[in-house]
């Protein structure tokens, strides 16, 4: 059979009819339309939130929780040694700020990591917070020099907070002044012996 413009058809299966509920008994749907017996999901406007298990503890709280968030370890954008070899000159400076301004990396808080595909012959000067051991190889190797930086982040820093109660210091005395200005209770006293004595 020859496949023309009028002997084409769908797939067997790939056209269905539309269920039509509540059209009677002989329909195959009848009396209950589908929906099963009485209850909540029986009636119209029934509609659950994603998960719930009608009270049941739901599964995504009867597993364990695995794994654990490292809170000094951050993603890291990469670069490859051929970049650095097409975008930047002979013997430049190459900081992670520097990239991001011309587009090379995004911006991620771990910092940029230096790869080793490609070869180099210039002189680079690599200020980055990571690198692979056969990137710092070509780098040292064509004449240039790595240097492991701590990413900067934009915060101000916060001067740690005093342990013990604040020591303020004395303002100088003035030349013959007494060492002691304040008067002496001792003194007092004795002016009072004296004068009961009298």
Do not use: W
């Amino acid at each position: 059979m020859t496949i023309e413009l009028h002997t084409l058809k769908s797939a067997p299966g790939a056209r269905k009819n539309r269920k039509r509920v509540g059209r009677g008994q002989g329909s195959g749907t009848g009396k209950t339309s589908g929906r099963g017996a009485k209850g909540q999901k029986a009636r119209s406007g029934y509609s659950s939130k994603p998960g719930y298990e009608g009270g049941q503890m739901p599964i995504h709280r009867r597993l364990p929780k695995r794994g654990f968030h490292h809170e000094n370890r951050h993603p890291m954008a990469a670069v490859n040694l051929d970049v650095l070899e097409e975008r930047f000159a002979d013997g430049g400076d190459i900081t992670a700020e520097i990239l991001q301004e011309k587009g090379v990396v995004k911006f991620e808080r771990g910092g940029v990591k230096l790869l080793g595909r490609g070869e180099v012959t210039k002189p680079f000067n690599v200020k980055l917070q990571a690198a692979s051991a056969a990137a710092i190889e070509k780098i040292e190797k064509a004449g240039g020099s790595f240097t492991l930086t701590p990413m900067v982040e934009n915060t101000e820093a916060v001067a740690p907070a005093a342990s013990g109660p604040a020591v303020v210091d004395a303002p100088p005395k003035a030349d013959g002044a007494a060492e002691n200005d304040t008067p002496d209770a001792t003194s007092d006293d004795n002016a009072d012996e004296t004068q009961e004595e009298e």
